[in-house]
């Protein structure tokens, strides 16, 4: 058994509408029926519908002929203008510098402002200030750039600048409503959308013939679409506003012809070698068809040359390898041959292609061919094997209608409603602006959140993809808060350190003051505030804010002044360690440092005579009344502030002395009375004996080391 389905197609053209009865039987293709009807009155221009009743009268009289054969029509195949589509390449910059790394709907979010980006531009080509009167039908991303350079994907990056450009397609929505609008009058239902560019080639040049270099003409009526074909894919359409009807016109004037007679003498040049018609003043004329031909010759010229430099301008100026006609239009005499000379291709490279080059199709013999049937045969084909689905859903309770040349995602849909995400993008927190050790700097806010998109009532991403009558609401993206930011968070964290001075923990930390106020680390930063910070980086610093004022008085330098002149002691000064190695006060403060202390010392008469190299005197050790007595003779005199100093006594740091030489004499009995002292007993009676070795002595007797020395007091007799 066959397996048959019936397509229903309507090439909705600028003088007539075609309708086409296709069945594919087994993956063929069959024209059961074709009927073209003209409009009444000039109800579409350069193919856009602008008198939606009149078309949808000739639709609607299509429909009724065709159903008296073939049943009840319900649904319909039709096509877009393909002069309607407008491509535009655009581009969207983001600055991600100190956000969270990139992920995909971050990226989708640039993709669509790209997106809106080339929409706008399609709207301002066309003066249109409603950037969403266009339908987008697809867009690609050329390429990612971070921070200038090229980039494969942009997820999970990091950088300064994000750039995505992209080149997107738009359709006009206006020639899309209009379309549905006028099969709605007639009582049809759009069953798919296909473009009559994308329609005739994809028939007429199957993607393995697209890698050649290939123009395609559908000359119509009032517009010729041109398509061209390089590298295995479509790389350009355009369209110029002359064609057929321009052949009519020249026919008309020349041999004074109403519009209608002179359309029906244009067929009939195709077929016949003399025509008969009858002019305006009722002349009734015979012409061979050469002359006719002749005289439209400089018409024909026209539109050759008007389609030559729009296919030259859309193919980089340089002629393409070869160019098909189709469409009524492409059978005006002696065209292909005045389109090659144009285009300086040879003769054969010019060719007018009727139905007979389409593969997988059959016709029935009662059903006219010709190259007028490329195009609504190539709608019929098209629609179904690469169709424009339409789809309606609710964007925030408004309808938005796409059609579905791709998978389709909220995206899309938040697109064609013409909602411009970034407006729904929650603002930045407003920053504040600090001084810092008398520096200006600002705090920037927190980062706006991102717009929450629901479908369904349920959280969505803007790839997500819809289905008819899905419902889309988008929520504003909360707005940044103003930055919340401590003192301790402008210092960096290796200020602060453990150590141990003495045999005591403490922790160093900056001192921080805000507004001339003594403040602590965890206090939070307000707009305009003043921050003072000074780092305890140094043991002087340290060891001043822990109160070791005492160790750095110590390791001041010793210093005495000798008879007027300053003189320093290092040996004397106190000492400062760090991990028991010997620091300066302005030594560096690390981590886990130990910090320890030695005292300073101060010397006695003796020692710091030692250290002049000055001999403080000479000494001799004798015994007196049995007893060891060391006596000394001074060298030296030193006095302090007047005061005479024993050798025994100390002298500290900032004294001062002076020293006077003594000349040096031999040790007598007299010396002995500086070093004891002598009491006279009380059974004296004031008289003395002094002896020296025990032979009685002077005062003034010279005594040497060893000697021995009395003094005898004799008792009182009564």
Avoid at 32 to 42: M, T
Avoid at 190 to 205: G, R
Wanted: aromatic share 6%.
């Amino acid at each position: 058994m066959k397996n048959k389905q019936k397509i229903f197609a309507l090439d909705i053209g600028t003088r007539s509408v075609v309708g086409i009865i296709l069945e594919e039987i087994d993956g063929i293709f069959q024209v059961s029926d074709i009927l073209v009807e003209e409009h009444k009155k000039r109800a579409m221009l350069d193919g856009q519908i602008h008198d939606v009743p009149a078309v949808a009268e000739v639709i609607c009289s299509i429909k009724e002929q065709l159903e008296k054969k073939h049943g009840a029509l319900h649904k319909v195949c039709v096509a877009a203008a393909g002069r309607a589509l407008k491509t535009e390449i655009a581009s969207c910059t983001s600055n991600i510098k100190g956000k969270p790394l990139l992920q995909k709907n971050d990226i989708l979010h640039l993709e669509l402002s790209a997106v809106q980006q080339a929409q706008a531009l399609a709207a301002e080509n066309e003066h249109d200030t409603k950037d969403y009167h266009y339908y987008c039908v697809g867009y690609s991303v050329l390429f990612y750039r971070l921070d200038g350079e090229e980039i494969g994907s942009l997820i999970d990056q990091q950088g300064d600048v994000a750039t995505v450009e992209i080149i997107a397609t738009f359709l006009p929505r206006v020639v899309v409503e209009s379309l549905i609008a006028a099969l709605n009058r007639a009582g049809l239902e759009m069953d798919a959308l296909t473009l009559e560019p994308i329609a005739a080639i994809n028939v007429l040049i199957p993607e393995s013939m697209r890698r050649l270099n290939v123009a395609l003409v559908d000359i119509g009526a009032g517009t010729s679409d041109i398509a061209i074909t390089n590298m295995g894919t479509v790389i350009a359409y355009g369209m110029v506003p002359t064609a057929g009807d321009e052949i009519t016109e020249a026919l008309s004037n020349e041999l004074l012809l109403d519009f209608p007679l002179a359309e029906q003498a244009k067929r009939e040049l195709q077929t016949r070698e003399e025509i008969t018609v009858t002019d305006i003043l009722g002349f009734e004329t015979s012409y061979p068809a050469h002359e006719v031909v002749e005289k439209i010759t400089p018409a024909v010229n026209r539109l050759a040359e008007e389609i030559s430099k729009e296919i030259l301008r859309l193919n980089n100026e340089k002629p393409p390898q070869a160019v098909m006609l189709v469409g009524g239009g492409s059978l005006t005499p002696a065209l292909p041959t005045r389109l090659g000379a144009s285009l300086q291709l040879p003769h054969n490279r010019v060719a007018v292609r009727g139905v007979e080059a389409i593969q997988n199709i059959a016709i029935l013999e009662e059903v006219t061919k010709g190259p007028d049937l490329v195009t609504p045969i190539g709608i019929a084909i098209a629609a179904k094997q690469a169709p424009v689905q339409y789809v309606t859903a609710h964007v925030n309770k408004q309808p938005v209608r796409l059609f579905e040349v791709k998978d389709l995602t909220v995206g899309d849909c938040l697109l064609a409603a013409g909602l411009k995400l970034s407006k729904w993008h929650g603002v930045p927190g407003s920053g504040f602006f600090v001084s810092v050790n008398g520096q200006d700097i600002s705090l920037p806010g927190g980062h706006g959140y991102p717009p929450v998109i629901e479908k369904n009532g349920l959280p969505s991403s803007l790839d997500e993809n819809i289905k008819n009558n899905d419902m889309i609401s988008v929520h504003r993206g909360v707005d940044g808060t103003p930055p919340r930011v401590t003192i301790g968070d402008l210092i960096d964290a290796s200020s602060s350190k453990q150590i141990v001075i003495g045999d005591k923990d403490y922790v160093v930390t900056p001192l921080v003051y805000r507004n001339n106020q003594t403040a602590s680390l965890d206090e939070t930063i307000q707009d305009r505030d003043s921050i003072r910070i000074e780092l305890m980086e140094s043991l002087f610093d340290v060891l001043k804010h822990f109160g070791y004022e005492e160790w750095i008085k110590s390791t001041k330098p010793y210093r005495i002044s000798i008879n007027g002149k300053e003189t320093f002691f290092p040996a004397y000064s106190g000492k400062l360690f760090i991990n028991g190695f010997e620091a300066k006060l302005s030594s560096k403060i690390q981590q886990n440092d130990i910090v320890s202390f030695k005292p300073g010392s101060t010397p006695t008469v003796k020692e710091l005579l030692a250290k002049k190299q000055l001999t403080a005197g000479s000494t001799i050790l004798i015994a007196f009344n049995g007893k060891k007595v060391e006596l000394m003779k001074e060298s030296s005199r030193v006095y302090r502030n007047g005061t005479h100093l024993k050798m025994e006594d100390r002298l500290s740091s900032g004294d001062t002395i002076e020293i006077e030489a003594q000349q040096m004499s031999s040790f007598i009995f007299q010396d002995l009375f500086n070093s004891v002292e002598v009491n006279m007993p009380a059974h004296a009676n004031g008289s003395f004996i002094l002896l020296k070795n025990g032979e009685e002595t002077t005062f003034y007797e010279e005594i040497q080391q060893g000697d021995e020395l009395e003094i005898v007091w004799p008792k009182v007799t009564r």
